[in-house]
């Protein structure tokens, strides 16, 4: 296998216990309960150093407001109250998942704080603790390596985002979190989806782990040859994996292809320094140039000697200026203008030639505009300054944003090994020997084990079945299946009728509760089974199971009302009945199912014609 990509997986799962530190239930609640404001700062390890993602996050002087619902958190959530004892089944599943994966448990179990300080948790770090290491599993016939297992406490919810304050809701916080981080030991994009896939189905394999939106994400770490070390934090959605690695995979590229392209033309650094540029920009139209103007702004360039071109090309490969932009809107703009990009946005040829003529620019330099308030205007400036500069080196270390298009953008630099102190509200939790054996000789179902059980106890196919467990999708069939009439349905309808509505319709809304009820519906013959993929379409656009019979029209018709039907389409088509005889039911059944749209199922409706066939021939 090539090696043009080098990447490794943390896979953080929230735990189906109560919460890590405290009795609350791990549940998101809508009601906001009592609410207080903190400011965080970051403060120096026991070494004496500041973190540098700490000291990023803490430029941006932001203020924190937290919402603190009774139903779902309390005074520890709060940080009025020491952290009670880790929660014993929250441990213990992180064992379990440990021992399928043949690691090594550690002798005691001790909690460290980990310095996090945008907001996300009161206490301005969260605490996680090494539970085992050194374990492996098999992807197509590869081994990968799964260097540690930790048991950490997961974030606030951030609520909204209003300028400089931000509302986090606490009953996310302190819900157990299971993080598994794997050597990086893929080298491909799909690898990465299908090793998150396995270890995923591992995990549920507990039957102890949440599921749905939001419950899992993924920090994908990702590098190429020639690049660094790029962690996409927070990927939410297995299917997009091999997307956010081929899009960095091609922005690593791009950034490498500028910095040979600058190192050819000689490029220095360019000097952070800024001028003053506001009167040049007399009668601009630019809507954000007037609108900065008007407030008391001002516009201020900065020169980039040697980047021109580089900032955006003219196929849009090499597009340093985003990067720039996505740097300096962490100073608190909207973001920048520069000359790869101009005359555009309000921004006539005449004020870009009035900029170059004051900058004194040859034809390769390049130069970046902002206009806001002066101190806003600098800070920006020199952050995306710094940006370029660090292009002349390559592909920066950073921690990136993931985007819904597979993309990503700047969030701050890598965090380094100043943010993690000892713990010293939680004591240390042995996991004597005893402890392992019961959990050894309880150990779940492994995916493989399971598929085969399934596949030979409800009758459907192995490779429905291997599906249903890589994609999760396992528990609910099983609870569905239970009435064995609808197991070839759900199987059908779990592997390929949800990827096939996919393509129109938000089908992350039909979460189990809903497919169950969707089911219910089937069994309890409100409606039949041929209507399930336009009724599970109508809940995916929102509605209740109800609602969506209604709206389709799906009230369950007696049998005499289909003989009605059945009888009339075999009527209406007596010469083609007489010329093939009994051979017509095939043909027959597509215009006998569409006119009862759903309302009655097949076997019945098979059934009917083959009477209303007798009738006629007989």
């Known amino acids: ?97 440990a021992a399928l994966l043949g690691a090594r448990p550690v002798d005691e179990i001790h909690f460290m704080r980990k310095l996090v300080i945008d907001g996300s948790n009161t206490s301005g770090f969260q605490r996680t603790a090494m539970v085992a290491m050194g374990g492996f599993l098999e992807v197509n016939g590869r081994r990968i390596t799964v260097d540690t297992f930790c048991l950490e406490e997961d974030a606030a919810r951030k609520v909204e985002t209003n300028g400089s304050e931000v509302t986090y809701r606490l009953d996310r916080l302190g819900i157990p979190l299971i993080e598994i981080a794997t050597a990086p030991d893929m080298h491909s994009p799909e690898e990465v989806k299908e090793v998150a896939q396995r270890i995923g189905s591992i995990m549920r394999a507990t039957r102890r782990v949440k599921r749905g939106i939001g419950t899992i994400r993924e920090d994908v770490n990702i590098s190429i040859p020639g690049g660094a070390r790029v962690e996409i934090k927070g990927v939410q959605e297995l299917r997009m994996l091999p997307v956010y690695v081929e899009k960095e995979m091609e922005r690593q590229r791009s950034l490498l292809a500028i910095r040979d392209l600058l190192r050819e033309r000689n490029v220095a650094p360019a000097a952070v320094e800024t001028a003053d540029l506001t009167s040049t920009f007399d009668g601009c139209t630019s809507k954000v140039i007037t609108g900065a103007l008007k407030s008391g702004g001002k516009v201020l360039a900065a020169t980039l000697p040697g980047f021109a071109g580089v900032l955006r090309s003219g196929d849009g490969k090499l597009r340093l200026g985003a990067e720039m932009a996505q740097r300096a809107r962490t100073r608190g703009v909207k973001g920048i203008f520069h000359s790869d990009e101009l005359p555009a946005y309000g921004i006539e040829q005449q004020y870009v030639d009035a900029v170059r003529n004051a900058l004194e620019l040859g034809p390769q330099d390049a130069f970046v505009l902002c206009a806001a308030s002066g101190a806003k205007a600098r800070d920006a400036l020199k ?139 089937v069994s309890a013959g409100t409606f039949a089974k041929e209507a399930v993929p336009d009724v599970l379409r109508k809940m995916a656009e929102g509605m209740s199971v109800d609602d969506a019979v209604k709206a389709l029209g799906l009230s369950a018709m007696s049998v005499e009302e289909a003989r009605e039907i059945v009888a009339r389409v075999v009527r209406e088509r007596e010469a083609f009945v007489r010329e093939k005889g009994k051979a017509a039911a095939g043909p027959l059944m597509g215009p006998v199912m569409a006119e009862l749209r759903g309302r009655l199922d097949g076997k019945t409706a098979s059934e009917l014609l083959r009477e209303e066939l007798q009738k006629l021939l007989s």
């Open 1 to 97: 296998m090539s090696h043009d990509v080098t990447v490794g997986l943390e896979i953080h799962q929230q735990l189906d216990t109560r919460k890590l530190f405290c009795s609350c239930p791990s549940c998101l609640v809508e009601e906001e309960g009592a609410a207080f404001q903190r400011r965080l700062r970051p403060t120096q390890s026991e070494m004496g150093e500041i973190d540098r993602a700490a000291l990023a996050q803490a430029e941006r002087k932001m203020r924190f407001r937290y919402q603190a619902p009774p139903s779902a958190s309390c005074l520890v959530e709060a940080d009025e109250e020491p952290p009670h004892d880790a929660s014993p089944e929250a441990v213990d599943v992180v064992l379990t998942v």
């Open 383 to 521: 952050a995306a300054i710094d940006r370029a500069n660090e292009a002349l080196v390559g592909v920066p270390e950073e921690t990136r944003d993931p985007l819904p298009d597979g993309s990503s953008a700047y969030s701050r630099p890598l965090p380094g090994a100043a943010r993690m102190y000892p713990e010293t509200d939680v004591p240390p939790i042995p996991v004597p020997a005893g402890r392992m054996e019961t959990i050894l000789a309880n150990l779940p179902e492994l995916p493989e084990v399971r598929t085969g059980r399934i596949a030979a106890e409800y009758g459907i196919h192995e490779q429905q079945a291997r599906q249903l467990v890589r994609e999760g999708w396992d528990d609910v069939f099983e609870e569905i299946a239970a009435d064995r009439e609808l197991a070839a349905l759900a199987a059908r309808t779990l592997t390929s009728t949800l990827a096939e509505l996919e393509r129109d319709v938000d089908v992350s809304r039909l979460d189990e509760a809903s497919l169950k009820s969707a089911f219910a519906g």
